[in-house]
């Protein structure tokens, strides 16, 4: 039988193994714990809760990963069997219409940021519609989850497509209507690539990002959010995990080694002078892009980032 659990010795971005130990607990005190906010069902992972995990930083890029991590022979259970539990609260909740439409509320509430700042770089494609050869808007949301931000392209009127390794959370969309495939199953080329809260969680992050490239449109742009390392002091100094989870949350970037990753698959982070072109544009919306106009693409709040990126 496979171990549950491996030792990562060097770093995805830019390979070295000259690394340092952040942080490291037994497993139990970053998941099901009173200090935790995530539970997962431990013994569908093979793990007892004594297990040491944490995390550990490159000297060479700064970019932070979980080592010890769960194999990734048991990505189907973390993301599907050692969720029982949560998914047992979320039907209870969804079976009761008014929580269930509050639900519905919040989620599209926060996804609907990223997905007006990707669609005001695309203004003058829909400004100004009866424009001869026009082409709808195409978004891919990687990581869609249960489809909040494909019904709102739906009432916007793009065409988007959502991808995602969660068998449950993709059978949702299916029941709603929407289009979604696993990720190796996506084709095509997109105007728009959302992908929030995502990064953490993938196993290959060389692969992630490639593919990103591969899907999005000379012209397009990849709108994205992810775990800062700033995180690892916050939720150390609070004493309470909620974000920090080794199982699950693999990948910490720092503006430096996003950097890194971009170019290495032929990205970039926007420059201050297309954010500065698209705020003249969407001057109703210019405030949303005035944080990454300041931070030129990369900000980090409260140990979470988010970012535009674009072909170089």
């Keep these: ?34 200090k935790a906010d995530h539970a997962y069902d431990l013994r569908s992972l093979q793990l007892n809760g004594q297990e040491p995990m944490g995390y550990a930083t490159c000297r060479s890029c700064s970019f932070s ?23 047992t609260e979320k039907s209870a909740l969804w079976a009761d219409p008014e929580p269930n439409a509050l639900y519905q509320t919040h989620h ?28 709808q808007l ?28 969660d068998e449950a959370r993709l059978d949702v969309c299916r029941q709603k209507g929407l289009s979604v495939q696993v990720p190796d199953q996506v084709l095509g080329k997109f105007d728009i690539v959302l992908s929030c809260n995502v990064i953490e969680h993938v196993y290959d992050i060389q692969n992630y990002i490639a593919s990103v490239a591969l899907h999005l449109d000379e012209a397009g742009v990849f709108v994205f959010s992810g775990l800062d390392l700033s995180i690892v002091d916050i939720e150390v100094k609070r004493k309470r995990f909620k974000l920090l989870h080794p199982i699950e949350h693999r990948n ?17 982070l926007i420059s201050r002078g297309e954010l500065f072109e698209t705020m003249k544009q969407v001057r109703s919306k210019a405030p949303l892009y005035l944080p990454y106009w300041i ?18």
């Design 295 to 312: 931070r030129s693409g990369y900000v980090a709040i409260n140990g979470v980032f988010s970012a535009i990126a674009r072909h170089i």
């Design 1 to 34: 039988m496979s171990s549950p659990v491996i030792n990562v010795e060097s770093c995805q971005v830019c390979g070295s193994r000259d690394i340092k130990s952040l942080l490291r607990l037994p497993i139990g005190e970053f998941v099901g714990s009173g």
């Design 65 to 87: 990963f979980a080592t010890p991590t769960t194999s990734l022979h048991l990505e189907h259970a973390t993301y599907n069997d050692a969720k029982a539990g949560q998914r």
């Design 252 to 268: 910490v970037m720092t503006r430096a080694s996003l950097e890194r990753l971009l170019l290495s698959n032929g990205l970039r």
């Design 138 to 165: 195409k978004l891919l949301d990687i990581g869609c989850g249960y489809g909040h931000t494909l019904e709102l392209s739906r009432v916007f009127g793009v065409d988007a497509t959502g991808c995602d390794v």
């Design 108 to 135: 599209k509430w926060v996804d609907l940021n990223p997905f007006i700042v990707g669609m005001g770089f695309h203004f003058s494609r829909f400004r100004l519609p009866r424009i001869p050869n026009q082409r």
